[in-house]
Structures are given as C-alpha cells and as structure tokens.
C-alpha cells in the first residue's frame, strides 16, 4: 500500500539499483517517475533518448516494483518553447509567462495541444505495454502556481466561440449578463474580450463564464491525454494528482475521466500557509498539521471519484520548502498520516520523494533519503508503519457510508472569489468549519458533490452553495433525512444573478424564508448570536431573515438567526467552531446518533470492521474504546503522535 516518487534522472545510473532495493527492502511497491522527464526524454525535437528510462523501468522492474509512469507535459522544454512560444500562458497583466520553472503552458493553446498529443502518443506507443507499468499519471498538479486562468490571444478568441455556443446569440448573451450595467452590451461575440485589466473590476457574469471556460479548457485537455493513452496502454490505470486546498477547475469532471484520483498532502504546509488560521493556532500545530487538513481531503476525493477509488500520490515525508515556515513533522506523523489516509479509504500512499535533490528550485523539500543518499530518521517510521500494516490486512476493507454527508463543489469557490462581499468570507473555511465540527464530534463524514444520490444519509450539510445545480434540487427532493442549509446558500443564478425569489432559491420550496439583506463583518466588530440561552461569537456573515417560522436562535439586536421547520434548518450567519459543535451535537442527538467530544488532538475513523483513533497531539490521551477492546496495535492509552486501532 506504499509508494514513492523518484526522479531517477536527478541520480547516477549506477545507483539505481541500490535506490530500487532499498525501496523494496522498505516494503514500497509503487513507484511514480517521469513527469517532468522531457528534456532528458526528447532533448531536440524528434531526437529522443529512451536508453535510461528503459533502464530505470528495467531497474524497478527487477526490484520487483510497480510504476507509475508521468505524461511529463508539466515542463515543455526550452527548446520547444523556442520554436512554439505560444505555448506559453499569459497572465493577468498580459505578458507571457517565461520558461525557467514548470507549468509554463495555456491549456487553451493549439500548438500545446498538438504538442502534447504528440508525446504522449509516442510515449504510450512506446511503454503502453510495458510489463513494469501498472498506470499512468497525466501531467502533474493542473492549475498549481495559478496556472488555470490564461490570457493569451488565442483564449480570447477560444472564449469568444465558447460563448457563442453557450448563448447562441448576442442579445441573449446580453440579457444573462445583464450588460446593460455601466453600459456594457456587446453588439458581437467578437467584441468580447478576456475579463482582466478592466479598471475597476469586470462583470461578474464575464467573469464566471470565463472561470467555467478556463475549466473546461483543463478538462478537456486531461481528457486528451486520458484518450490517447487509454488506446495504446490497455489494462493499465489513469490518474492525476489533484491539490488541496485547490478549487480552479471542476474536480468532478476531472475525475470522470480518470480512474482513479489521486491527490498531493502537505499537512503542514496546509496549516501554515493556506488555511487563514490565527498564530496561536498554527503555532501550536506546527509541527503536527490540524487534525483534520489531510483527512478533509480524503473524504472530498473520495467523493470526487467515480468509484470512491483515491490514492495519495505524494505524502509529505520531512519538511516541504515551498510555506511561509516549513518545520520538521513531529516524530510519528508520517506515519500518523499515512494510516489515517489508509483508514479513510485510501488505495496506496506515496511520498514525495524518494530522495532529497542537492540542486534545484525545491534542494530544501525533505525525502525518504538525504541528499547524500543515507536514511532520514523518518525511514525508521516507515518500517514500523510496515510491521503494522502486516498486522492489519487494510486492503480488503472498504469504507461504510457515512451517516453524514457534506455537500461541497468547485463552483462556488469561483463565485465567491469573483463577489466575496466581505474579504473574510472563505469558502473553504467554512466547509472546514462544519467538516471539523462533525470530526471532532467522533463521526465519520462523507463529502459529496452535488447530485450525488443522498439515499441512506440521517444528516445531510450543505454549507454554502450560492448556485444550486438542478441535480441537487432533484436528489433533495427525494430525501427523507435532515438537512442543515448555511448561509448564502441558494443566493445566485447560473449568469451570476440575484434570483427573483431572493436567496435561498428554489430552497424556498422546503424552507419558507427570504433572505432580505447581508452584512459582513470586520475581525474586529464585537457580535453574537444567542441559540438555546447560550451567546456565540458571531463574526465574519450574518443575513436579515423575513420568515413566519420563528425563529430559534437570534441576533444581539433580537432578529433571527436560527432557523428551522420540519426537518430542515437553515443558519443565517457564518457559524464559529462553538456554535456548531453544540448545534449539531443536538441534531445527532435528536437523530438517535451517538457522538463524544473528542480532545482537540484526537479523531477516530471506521474502515470495516476496524476502529481507528489518531492522536496528533503532544499528549498522551486515553482511547475512546469500550472496555475489553480487542486491540490490534496501541491500547488504553495512546501516545502523543500515535494511533491505536481495535476490532469490533
Ligand atoms: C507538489 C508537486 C511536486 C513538488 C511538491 C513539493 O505540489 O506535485 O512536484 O513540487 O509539491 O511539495
């Protein structure tokens, strides 16, 4: 169930064989190599050297490890560039991007396409069979660096012929938009340009339309590649490793065309750098992660894929280079993680990477080995984490439903990046927040995209989805179990409008409110909200709420807050950590589902018949197990950075 990432390229030939032998002696079966390969593969157009990948795949091969072999379209080399320099991606302030890092291209680009399809034709042609290769990664981490949105010329007219079939006509384009603000209408789909430069910002219709086309552009390019090596490499698997933390295109679509997902944990550069925690809170989980970061992601991929098919293709080994402060995980949370990302279903972990490279933009990024090819103590935690797995048997065991779905997209992430109306308002944060909430309170939690079959569920969480896609109205309509609506939920049109009802939407149909007016609010502002005889913080959202329900919780100026009829319940404002976990412990009382406060430090997750609980904290903790547990590794007791795990 372990893998690693090599570049054998950065190394000797003659070590190969000793790095193949000592991944196998360390129990790793899977190992990824040759996306960013290029100029070692192809060093002048149509003059390729494939003598040392035969001989690394050989290497592997022999070592009797599988691979998983990277289209290495991430890095199009220097002197194609050269040649085809409108394969380059433009930014915001339109100039081309330059050649010297990686991702360097536009997705919309046609010489890109055509470049791309022909590498990866030859390179499938050429190992589609190869008995060392098991999958294929398609490029690498689409959209990292802020590589989705592309402002080249040849978008603009890409987008141009994009509307056209969307909206058929100008003036129907002109109504969606609403184009008549400022004086904005279009006589022609040839006016239209790309929304970037304007003075103040462009529409917010432009703008969305554009997100929607800048994702497809990502889509149907993996889906390029995903055909192309499909037909010359039969029997074996497509993947692509998505981020976390990462919502420019639509991941669902993505993984359509895969079979099976992947994705990149970096628990600690997450915590430092992308989740908007305070100080005190990230220095406290410094070197540990939050508790939730990595495990957040297993659940969103899972329900992202097709078949709940995930792997984590690149799991942080050491200290990463590339966050504000990058510190040493705390002994046992290499192992930590790759046992929780197992325990939520996933196929194979992966670290990023074998060895650590002495050259290079990312020399300070640890690896399983030190730049000079000895073990880093974090090996010592793999051998461990090897004996314990033999103990376990994980492979066979797959992941129940859970009794509580959060419902999460991609889109919404564009629509309240184009019209925060408040800078605090993050969306990720606040899927986090009810995700959290529910983790902490010992359950486990599926996450899914909408239109997802809801069947089964007791609970059912959409934090916020201001557009509410029909097939999620349709599954809503059919389910029986509650649901918890947060705030600007049901909020937009599809063309980025405010619907004629108000927010939230065709919600109206189950909850019978209007939201009539939203507020934001600076850190600093001192409000609360009173739910049960108990104050919460309130920070960040609130809405003014016209309703005949009374309501159950209420803001300081005794307006409604809470809502709830029948078994629906909609919150009127960005809920805190407190509130939800009273809220929801009630709902799961009210639902007959048994839930325990867990420490800060400590989660639980259930894989089959096995109980997992993972403290990631620097205390030792007692385990939430019932008396005469059978356990199979750890026991009454676990310690800081350790997890135990017991049968029922
Ligand atoms: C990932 C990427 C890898 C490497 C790694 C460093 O985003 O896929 O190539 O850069 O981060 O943490």
Redesign the pocket.
């Known amino acids: 169930m372990l893998g690693v990432c090599y570049y054998p390229e950065h190394w000797p030939e003659e070590r190969w064989s000793t790095d193949a032998s000592m991944m196998a002696d360390l129990g790793i079966r899977f190992v990824r190599i040759g996306e960013f390969a290029w100029s070692r593969l192809e060093p002048a157009r149509d003059r390729f050297d494939w003598t040392w990948l035969d001989h690394a795949l050989d290497t592997l091969n022999m070592a009797g490890l599988q691979v998983i072999l990277g289209t290495p379209t991430a890095t199009p080399p220097k002197w194609l560039i050269d040649q085809r320099p409108d394969i380059l991606a433009w930014d915001q302030n339109g100039q081309p991007r330059r050649f010297g890092s990686r991702r360097h291209y536009c997705f919309t680009s046609p010489a890109w396409r055509e470049e791309t399809a022909r590498i990866c034709l030859i390179m499938a042609k050429r190992y589609g069979d190869h008995p060392a290769i098991v999958g294929w990664q398609l490029d ?2 689409y959209g ?1 660096h802020d590589t989705v949105l592309s402002f080249a010329p040849h978008c603009r007219s890409a987008f141009q012929s994009w509307l056209e079939r969307r909206y058929g006509t100008i003036d129907r384009l002109n109504k969606s938009w609403g184009t008549v603000f400022w004086a904005q209408d279009y006589q022609d789909f040839a006016q239209i340009g790309l929304p970037h430069q304007t003075v103040t910002e462009a529409h917010p219709a432009h703008r969305m339309d554009f997100w929607r086309f800048s994702s497809d552009q990502v889509i149907s390019y993996n889906r390029m590649q995903a055909e192309i090596i499909r037909q010359h490499s039969p029997e074996r698997f497509i993947s692509h ?1 998505a ?1 976390g933390l990462f919502h420019d295109f639509d991941h669902r679509a993505l993984a359509a065309d895969l079979d099976v997902i992947t994705w ?1 944990s ?1 628990p600690l ?1 997450f915590t430092d750098q992308r989740m908007g925690l305070d100080e005190a809170t990230r220095a406290r989980l410094a070197t540990s992660g939050h508790p939730d970061i990595a495990a957040w992601h297993h659940d969103l991929y899972r329900g992202t894929s097709e078949g709940g098919r995930f792997w984590v293709m ?1 799991q942080q080994p050491g200290p ?3 966050a504000d402060h990058n510190p040493i995980p705390a002994p046992g949370m290499v192992r930590l993680w790759t046992l929780e990302a197992l325990a939520h279903g996933a196929e194979v972990v992966s670290y ?1 990477r074998w060895r650590q490279a002495p050259f290079g933009q ?1 020399q300070m ?1 640890a690896g399983l080995l030190r730049p000079d090819g000895v073990p880093a103590p974090v090996v010592d935690e793999i051998k461990r984490l090897q004996h314990d797995l033999r103990k376990l048997d994980l492979g066979a065991k797959t992941s129940a439903p859970a009794n509580v779905a959060i419902i999460a997209d991609d889109a919404s992430h564009w629509i309240y990046g184009i019209q925060p109306q408040g800078m605090n308002f993050d969306l990720k944060a606040l899927n986090f927040a009810f995700y959290s909430a529910c983790r902490r309170l010992g359950l486990n939690v599926d996450v899914l995209r909408p239109g997802a079959d809801l069947t089964g569920y007791a609970l059912v969480i959409v934090p916020s989805l201001p557009l509410l896609p029909k097939a999620l109205i349709d599954a809503l309509a059919g389910y029986k179990g509650k649901v918890v609506v947060g705030p600007r939920s049901g909020s937009k049109t599809r063309e980025m409008q405010t619907p004629p009802e108000l927010a939230p939407g065709s919600l109206q149909t189950w909850l019978p409110l209007k939201v009539i007016q939203v507020g934001s609010l600076p850190p600093s502002v001192d409000r609360s909200v009173v739910w049960r005889n108990k104050r919460y913080r309130l920070a960040i959202w609130y809405e003014h709420i016209e309703s005949d329900l009374e309501p159950e919780g209420h803001f300081d100026d005794g307006s409604g807050a809470v809502f709830h009829t029948g078994h629906w319940h909609y919150l009127a404002f960005w809920p805190d950590e407190t509130f939800l976990l009273d809220y929801l412990e009630s709902i799961f009382e009210e639902l007959d589902i048994e839930t325990m406060r867990l420490a800060d430090s400590l989660r639980l997750r259930r894989l089959g018949d096995l109980n997992f609980a993972f403290n990631s904290g620097p205390e030792a903790l007692k385990t939430p197990a019932p008396d005469g547990a059978n356990f199979l590794l750890g026991g009454d007791e676990i310690e800081p950075r350790d997890v135990a795990i017991w049968r029922n």
């Open positions: 690498n981490e990292c490793n981020m990149d970096y550069g690149e990463v280079n590339w990023f990312e990024h």
